[in-house]
């Protein structure tokens, strides 16, 4: 299997005589075996991540997605618009490594994170609302908002912090409203000048409410608490609302 030699290349300096790279792993699968379905944990894969190029030129660039993510969405009812979110925003993070990346004068790492993540939230709102993009319609919005509300996190000091919940969402609807609001149907964006208007929307980030609503998605905030809910219930019961 791949598990021993993924061990020795993240902890290779963690082992010694007493705790060997054998025992790690003999842990791990113990500790998977005893989780509801096992392997087949929903969130053991509940993640979406886009990997650059690395500098050996060895591996490709790619979009990576869990099988827990899209099990999650079908449990909210988002077979459509989970999944399309997904995509959309990690292609985002491939055009920020085309750009050179993101960087945050506020502090360290977590910052980037966030903005990395709610800069990815926005290109693709834009993208999926546009009319010569994912062409979306209003409906389907304002679930691509509730998705990405329901991907957020409030662990705001973790360096895997992306976003707060509502932070995620109201991303969405600024970069979708940008789309509703061009001029022309044929009308895109710079993506220089996309930065530079996220740049100013995001210098108040912090101090967004839930009242960031788009214009056609009134009812997206109280669908949007009953996702928050369902996973914090998933959570507390070890995840059997996912299956």
């Not at 966030?114 to 609302?129: G, I, N, R």
């Not at 979708?176 to 100013?200: G, H, P, T, W, Y």
Request: a negative charge; glycine letters at 8%; hydrophobic letters at 40%.
């Amino acid at each position: 299997g791949k598990l021993v030699p993924t061990l020795k290349l993240l902890f290779r300096n963690n082992y010694d005589s007493e705790y060997t790279v054998y025992d790690h792993a003999t842990d791990i699968q113990e500790l998977i075996n005893r989780l509801p379905g096992g392997y087949n944990f929903p969130l053991l894969t509940f993640n979406a991540f886009a990997t650059d190029e690395m500098d050996d030129k060895v591996e490709d660039s790619s979009i990576i997605i869990g099988d827990g993510y899209f099990q999650f969405q079908q449990a909210l009812g988002m077979d459509s618009e989970g999944p399309e979110y997904a995509h959309a925003h990690e292609f985002s993070h491939h055009l920020q490594f085309l750009l050179g990346g993101v960087s945050d004068s506020k502090s360290g790492i977590v910052q980037v994170a966030k903005k990395s993540e709610l800069l990815a939230d926005a290109f693709s709102a834009y993208f999926l609302a546009h009319d010569q993009g994912g062409n979306m319609a209003s409906e389907e919005i304002s679930n691509v908002h509730s998705v990405a509300f329901s991907v957020g996190d409030c662990v705001k000091n973790n360096e895997g912090h992306h976003g707060t919940p509502i932070q995620r969402k109201c991303a969405t609807v600024w970069g979708a409203e940008l789309a509703d609001n061009s001029e022309d149907d044929m009308d895109k964006i710079d993506v220089f000048e996309f930065q530079d208007r996220f740049e100013q929307w995001y210098e108040s980030v912090d101090d967004l409410n839930d009242s960031c609503q788009h214009v056609h998605s009134a009812a997206a905030t109280s669908r949007s608490y009953r996702i928050l809910f369902l996973q914090v219930i998933a959570f507390l019961v070890g995840g059997s609302v996912l299956l």
